[in-house]
């Protein structure tokens, strides 16, 4: 069974204090890595989509990065805008489905 | 642009109702998705349509079901509710099939089963 698994549950961080979170995952035939970002009683908003092993995106201070069994969204600098759960997701090309770890929930203090 | 928009936003209904939500793409968005979010757990993919035909579905039961329409908009039907049908409802969509590439969600339906 496809399995998505995120680490830290939660992250506290100060301004300007960088971390990684994780998103390990067992499925079988990745077509693709998903990242999104949650604000309460919202729905998820794209970040990033990651396809092979080795490939990185950046987009302002957040990075993605993907190996052949785990992806980690880099957090450079964080502000407290940023904080907000973040969720990952892998997709299956056989099962043509999403799967979704259970997040990572981010605070930024000043 | 506009996005992504559900209907209704919030829901009560009593166990054994049905229930039906709505979901209108971004325009040009030829795919929807429905997921499930319950309280503590992660998104849980429900049903995916693209192009008025169903493609794909998790595993739910029967009792969720769905359609698209030709102006690519989609419901969710709910039948025989149940307590654990509680949670936040979400619809996404993105250009054409196959890659889930880019999904834009809406804000859910808040579901609430008494």
């Known amino acids: 069974e496809d399995q998505v698994t995120q680490s830290p549950e939660a992250l506290r961080l100060q301004e300007g204090e960088s971390s990684s979170l994780n998103c390990s995952y067992t499925v079988s035939g990745l077509r693709g890595l998903f990242w999104y970002r949650q604000d309460p009683g919202k729905g998820p908003e794209f970040l990033f989509t990651?396809?092979?092993a080795g490939e990185e995106k950046e987009k302002e201070r957040l990075k993605a990065t993907l190996t052949k069994k785990e992806s980690f969204l880099h957090i450079t600098a964080p502000k407290p805008e940023d904080s907000a759960t973040y969720l990952c997701a892998a997709y299956t090309g056989t099962a043509s489905k999403l799967t979704f770890g259970t997040g990572t929930r981010l605070q930024v203090t000043l | 642009e506009a996005g992504v928009t559900q209907s209704p936003t919030h829901l009560i209904k009593t166990r054994g109702q049905q229930v039906t939500l709505r979901c209108s793409p971004i325009s040009g968005h030829t795919s929807v998705y429905w997921y499930q979010q319950a309280l503590g757990l992660g998104l849980q993919f429900l049903l995916w349509y693209d192009e008025g035909e169903e493609r794909n579905r998790g595993n739910f039961p029967p009792r969720f079901s769905g359609r698209q329409f030709p102006n690519y908009s989609s419901e969710l039907n709910v039948n025989a509710l149940e307590l654990e049908d509680s949670a936040l409802y979400l619809c996404a969509s993105s250009h054409g099939q196959g890659a889930f590439n880019e999904q834009f969600f809406g804000p859910g339906t808040r579901l609430t089963v008494l």
């Open positions: 990651l396809y092979s």
